[in-house]
């Protein structure tokens, strides 16, 4: 049941992430366009909202190809980074992250994607300085709060203080019998 709720943690964590790089990519242009720069890129970044990571990923690479701007190959990279992480594929998606923060050393989605791939590969003391970058850049982020409960629910695990035993059967009146 843990794992159950682990899991739907996780594709919210991923989910918001991508919220809020689409978001990002496509609304803070001082240009004024009617319909997205790269149709491919906005594509992908839905189909990841929506769950299918396999599509998600092959629209964003052709997103990626169009890029016009610094912003969308970040935004690319940063979502192909999620992507991989949603596919369990976590070695290609911390290079998309890398890819980002070379370039941009501020870019604090990239550290809270990176700290999300560090741990489902068991890398906390990577996660952590990843976690205390992007906090650093962004201290109120929603998605490094939720990605730092991860960490420490990974590291130091909450043991249950009341477990409930659905085993019992209801007691039975003997008198009844």
Request: hydrophobic share 40%; charged share 25%.
């Amino acid at each position: 049941m843990q794992n159950m709720a682990d899991h739907r943690l996780y594709k919210a964590v991923v989910a918001a992430c991508l919220l809020l790089l689409h978001v990002d990519a496509f609304c803070q242009d001082t240009r004024t366009v009617i319909g997205p720069t790269n149709p491919e890129l906005q594509n992908g970044a839905n189909a990841l909202l929506a769950g299918d990571a396999q599509e998600g990923v092959r629209l964003t690479l052709a997103g990626l190809k169009q890029a016009g701007s610094t912003r969308e190959r970040h935004t690319a990279w940063s979502n192909l980074c999620a992507g991989y992480v949603m596919l369990g594929q976590y070695e290609t998606a911390l290079d998309y992250c890398n890819q980002v923060l070379e370039e941009n050393e501020r870019h604090w989605r990239a550290y809270s994607n990176r700290a999300l791939v560090n741990i489902k590969l068991k890398r906390y003391a990577e996660a952590e300085q990843d976690l205390q970058k992007g906090e650093a850049l962004s201290p109120n982020a929603r998605t490094l709060k939720a990605v730092r409960a991860m960490l420490l629910d990974a590291i130091e695990p909450v043991a249950p203080s009341i477990i409930i035993d659905d085993r019992r059967q209801p007691a039975v009146d003997e008198e009844n019998d």
